[in-house]
């Protein structure tokens, strides 16, 4: 089994992006899946094609983006990408899409194909504060979970995959709002780890109920 695991580069001005932080620390071998790691770029069109060529080269059997939310106070995984791009803020190739579709010939959203709500349990049995999101928001996180899918969908119908958000990282904060939530790098690592391995092992999904009032 191969997994592969993807972060992004800073953005926003950030200096660095725990997703790609937490990532690169995972160990290689999770659950007896090797694990490839990689590190995408915060461009719309620029992480879209990096991960193709990923997939391609690769042959992974499960796909794994993680992304920033900063804000955020757990891990969240997300159960639905849209077909839109909606940027608030330009990519770093200064690219600002306004209300386009991500891929013209693809539907309006894709579920991820893995068991997320095992995968926030295994986080919250080992003292890891997760949830599952439904939006994965409308920006490069969002964008690129939908080009997974949908490549899922066309070229690699066996392949599982989805999307994970992480918050802050402590030192992201230092100058923001004092109520801003973060989490420590550490305790992103673990959670991710936990959430790959329920992944992997996971053969059901929980029916657990985990929707949201609003």
């Known amino acids: 089994m191969k997994v592969l695991l993807t972060g992004f580069d800073p953005f926003g001005g950030e200096s660095i992006n725990p997703a790609y932080q ?5 160990p290689d071998t999770i659950a007896q899946a090797q694990v490839i790691k990689l590190e995408l770029p915060t461009s719309f069109a620029g992480s879209a094609q990096k991960l193709e060529q990923a997939m391609q080269q690769h042959q992974p059997d499960l796909v794994i983006c993680v992304g920033q939310a900063g804000g955020r106070a757990c891990i ?3 159960k639905v990408a849209i077909n839109l791009a909606e940027a608030r803020i330009p990519d770093n190739d200064g690219k600002q899409p306004v209300d386009e579709p991500i891929c013209t010939d ?3 959203a894709y579920f991820s194909n893995l068991p997320i709500k095992a995968m926030v349990q ?3 049995q080992a003292g ?3 949830a599952v999101s439904y939006t994965a928001g409308t920006y490069v996180c969002n964008s690129i979970f939908y080009h997974l899918m949908y490549t899922i969908e066309k070229e690699y119908p066996t392949v599982r995959g989805g999307f994970i958000h992480v918050p802050y990282e402590s030192g992201q904060v230092i100058g923001k709002a004092a109520n801003t939530p973060f989490m ?12 790959i391995t329920a ?3 996971c053969k059901q999904e929980s029916k657990t109920a985990m929707g949201e009032t609003h």
């Open 184 to 195: 420590s790098e550490a305790m992103m690592v673990q959670g991710l780890q936990e959430a």
């Open 76 to 78: 969240t995984v997300e």
């Open 106 to 108: 693809g539907p309006t």
């Open 122 to 124: 295994q986080m919250q």
């Open 128 to 130: 890891i504060p997760a």
């Open 22 to 26: 937490a990532v690169k620390q995972l």
């Open 199 to 201: 992944a992997l092992c």
